[in-house]
Structure formats: structure tokens, C-alpha cells
């Protein structure tokens, strides 16, 4: 009789510690990447041939791993996982991981965790685990132009043909821009044309002549035009024009086209001192750098890492998970083997289910109210016995 009061007791305690976890839950039902928890109880003691006990505990807890709702946020460092997978963070050589992936540039321009502050991993081409630093790709250096591609027909029909701004980079990222003009000379020498190239008031700095064959398309050995632009500290860059190859009408032709010519510039390599001006992530996890230029880099890409194990993964902190046995861990990029894609602008949401955790409240409470009634019906057969025992 006296085991019922400490049986119910254990009761009432564990239904409370188990509440503990239901309301813990649904106040993170809003914490993105948070994993719900479950406590699971255990039976104290063995039975004896009577079916009785000591009553119970809570032996630990355990984490759901369902995917949550996905939440966009427009913040383009904001990411989700479709599918398998964690994110990885660094703290020292500790590896760390979540599902909630609320990163950021810090002022050191490495990617972070917003809550936490840890790295944010990356797999670089040796494949070790290393932080995202993008410090050194804030800006570009200035890149010379050297070569400008021509594609279209130039009229043989016409007399001069004139293709304007086109804009080229010397040495030091400075913009030059330049036209070309044309002028048919097939009464002279059947295929030419003679090649001007002026700068920005229209001053001639360089003329040569170029050769078609009787197919339309550029002879070799005079099929190229090259010229040299300045600089503000008075050195020169040279430049070539490429009108295309010989039997390749692809590049630059010179047929019978009437009084319309279609030459345009096709390729221009070069580009001035360039600014980073915006980064986001692909649905593979790489990081995509766009700049004041037009130019866009891909570099680093994120690292995934999945577990088959689940109950190897241990709350860390929040939603940040640690694991201790990692021999059923896969690290691997994003949409590779098996891994999960990365959703961009976006952030998963806990993956509480309220509607589980108010069946699981009135369960505890039923528990709970049934336990305490073990331990008003043995305070009563007590006080009969004591009654019993006074003679009465």
C-alpha cells in the first residue's frame, strides 16, 4: 500500500517533466528549423508475481526530424533544404548542424549563423570542410580586352558600313569606346574591305584591310585587325578584331545582302574594376556572386550532411544539433547523393504538429489526474487502516 504513493508519485512526476517538453514544444512551434522533442518513459524496477512496480520515468527524449513548412523570406543568405540533409556549422573542430539556415555576411564577409554566430561549412576543391569567406571576391581587378568577335554579314552591295560604341577595357580597366567603319574596295581587289578604327571623336587610329573569298567568308592570314587603345599613364593596349575563319559562316560573311548589313559585335572579353553588388545560393548549394559589371562567378558550394542514424544527433543548443557517433554520416554537396536541394530566400519552419501536442497535453493531464487519484485512494485505505487499528 505504501509502494502505490510512491508509484503514483513517480506518476504525477513524470507527466510533469513530460509537459515540460509539449509546452517547450509549442513554444518553438514558430523557431525556424526547430525539431519537435518526445519523452520517453521507462518502467522502474521489475515486476513482481503480483504485476507490481515502482512506478516510472522519463528515460530521455528523442527529436522528430520531419521536414517543417518552408518560409520565404526574400533575404537572399536565407536557405532551406528540399529533401535530406543538414546544414553544416563549424565551431573550432567541432562539427555542428541544423536545418535552420537564418546565415549572413558578417563584417569579416565569412557566412555565418545568425543566432549563433558559428560558420557555416563549405566543400572546397580538396574536399575538407571549410568556412565560406568571401573577402577576397568583393571586388574584381581590372581585365584588358584583347579580343573583339565580329558575326554578321557585311553587304557586298554597300559602300561603307559603320558598326558603333563598342566598348573596350585597356590594361588598367579603363573604358574606350571605339566604332569601325568599313569601306568597300572590291573595285580595287575583289573581297576587301578596309578597316578603320575610331575612338571617341572619331579619330582614325588604325586602318588596315581585310580579304573575303568568292564563298563569302574571311581569307586567312587577313581576316584579323589589330589596333592599340591608351591608357591615363600613357602606355597603350592592343586589341584584335576578329572577323571569323575561312569556310565558317558563323563568324563574318561578305555577301550580296542589299542595302542592309547585320555586323555586330558577338564577344568582347575585358571588364573594368567591378564591385560585388549581390550573392545568393542555387538549388545545388553554390554560391552565385554578381558584380557592378554584369559579370556573375560561382565559387564555393555548401555542404550537406545526413544522418541514416537519427538518434545519433543530440540537442546542441536551440535548433543546432551535435553528433557523437557520426558512423552513419554522408557529408556531400547539395543534389548529390541523395542529399536534399537548397531552396533560396527561404527558411524551414519548426516542424511542430499542434495538433499532435494537444492530444499529448490531454493525455498527460488524464495521466496525471489518474496518477494523483492512486494517491488519494491509498491516503484513504491508510486512513481506514489507522481508523481500524483505534478500534473503532
Same mark, same amino acid.
Given at each position: 500500500m505504501f509502494q502505490a504513493f510512491y508509484t503514483g508519485l513517480s506518476g504525477m512526476y513524470s507527466f510533469s517533466q513530460n509537459l515540460d517538453?509539449?509546452?517547450?514544444?509549442? +513554444?518553438?512551434?514558430?523557431?525556424?528549423?526547430? /525539431?519537435?522533442?518526445?519523452?520517453?518513459? %521507462?518502467?522502474?524496477?521489475?515486476?513482481?508475481?503480483?504485476?507490481g512496480g515502482y512506478g516510472t520515468q522519463i528515460s530521455g527524449l528523442g527529436y522528430r526530424f520531419t521536414p517543417g513548412d518552408v518560409k520565404q523570406t526574400g533575404s +537572399?543568405?536565407?536557405?532551406?533544404?528540399?529533401?535530406?540533409?543538414?546544414?553544416?556549422?563549424?565551431?573550432?573542430?567541432?562539427?555542428?548542424?541544423? /536545418?535552420?539556415? %537564418?546565415?549572413?555576411?558578417?563584417?569579416?564577409?565569412?557566412?555565418?549563423d545568425k543566432t549563433s554566430g558559428l560558420e557555416v561549412a563549405q566543400i572546397d576543391n580538396n574536399g575538407k570542410l571549410t568556412r565560406i569567406d568571401i573577402s577576397s571576391q568583393r571586388t574584381k581587378a581590372p581585365s584588358q580586352t584583347t579580343s573583339v568577335n565580329l558575326t554578321g554579314n557585311i553587304s557586298s552591295d554597300q559602300s561603307q558600313v559603320l558598326v558603333e560604341d563598342i566598348s573596350v577595357y585597356n590594361k588598367l580597366g579603363e573604358k574606350?569606346?571605339?566604332?569601325? /567603319?568599313?569601306?568597300?574596295?572590291?573595285?580595287?581587289?575583289?573581297? %576587301?574591305? %578596309?578597316?578603320?578604327?575610331?575612338?571617341?571623336?572619331?579619330?582614325?587610329m588604325e586602318t588596315q584591310t581585310i580579304l573575303?573569298?568568292?564563298?563569302?567568308?574571311?581569307?586567312?592570314?587577313?581576316?584579323?585587325?589589330?589596333?592599340?587603345?591608351?591608357?591615363?599613364?600613357?602606355?597603350?593596349?592592343?586589341?584584335?578584331?576578329?572577323?571569323g575563319q575561312s569556310g565558317d559562316?558563323?563568324?563574318?560573311?561578305?555577301?550580296?545582302?542589299?542595302?542592309?548589313?547585320?555586323?555586330?559585335?558577338?564577344?568582347?572579353?575585358?571588364h573594368a574594376l567591378a564591385q560585388l553588388t549581390g550573392a545568393k545560393f542555387n538549388a545545388q548549394g553554390e554560391l552565385l556572386l554578381s558584380y557592378s559589371n554584369g559579370d556573375e562567378d560561382t565559387t564555393v558550394r555548401l555542404a550537406l550532411a545526413n544522418f541514416t542514424n537519427e538518434s545519433a544527433l543530440q540537442k546542441y543548443e536551440g535548433s543546432i544539433f551535435s553528433a557523437n557517433d557520426v558512423s552513419s554520416r554522408t557529408?556531400?554537396?547539395?543534389?548529390?547523393?541523395?542529399?536534399?536541394?537548397?531552396?533560396?530566400?527561404?527558411?524551414?519552419?519548426?516542424?511542430?504538429?499542434?495538433?499532435?501536442?494537444?492530444?499529448?497535453?490531454?493525455?498527460?493531464? /488524464?495521466?496525471y489526474q489518474a496518477s494523483s487519484k492512486v494517491l488519494n485512494v491509498a491516503n484513504q485505505m491508510l486512513e481506514q487502516l489507522y481508523e481500524s487499528t483505534r478500534g473503532r
Open positions: 517538453v509539449v509546452s517547450n514544444n509549442i +513554444a518553438n512551434m514558430n523557431t525556424p528549423g526547430y /525539431r519537435g522533442s518526445e519523452s520517453f518513459y %521507462q518502467s522502474i524496477g521489475n515486476s513482481d508475481e503480483l504485476g +537572399a543568405t536565407d536557405l532551406a533544404i528540399s529533401g535530406n540533409g543538414m546544414f553544416v556549422l563549424l565551431k573550432g573542430d567541432q562539427l555542428l548542424y541544423t /536545418r535552420a539556415g %537564418q546565415f549572413e555576411f558578417n563584417e569579416d564577409n565569412i557566412l555565418v574606350k569606346t571605339i566604332s569601325i /567603319r568599313l569601306t568597300n574596295q572590291f573595285s580595287t581587289v575583289s573581297g %576587301q574591305w %578596309q578597316v578603320e578604327v575610331l575612338d571617341e571623336s572619331n579619330t582614325v573575303f573569298d568568292n564563298a563569302g567568308t574571311p581569307i586567312p592570314g587577313a581576316n584579323t585587325v589589330s589596333f592599340n587603345v591608351s591608357d591615363s599613364l600613357g602606355g597603350t593596349t592592343g586589341i584584335t578584331l576578329n572577323f559562316y558563323t563568324g563574318t560573311t561578305s555577301i550580296s545582302g542589299g542595302t542592309t548589313s547585320t555586323i555586330k559585335v558577338d564577344n568582347i572579353d575585358g557529408i556531400e554537396h547539395a543534389d548529390n547523393s541523395g542529399m536534399g536541394k537548397v531552396i533560396s530566400e527561404s527558411i524551414e519552419m519548426s516542424n511542430v504538429d499542434l495538433s499532435k501536442e494537444f492530444a499529448d497535453m490531454i493525455i498527460i493531464q /488524464r495521466g
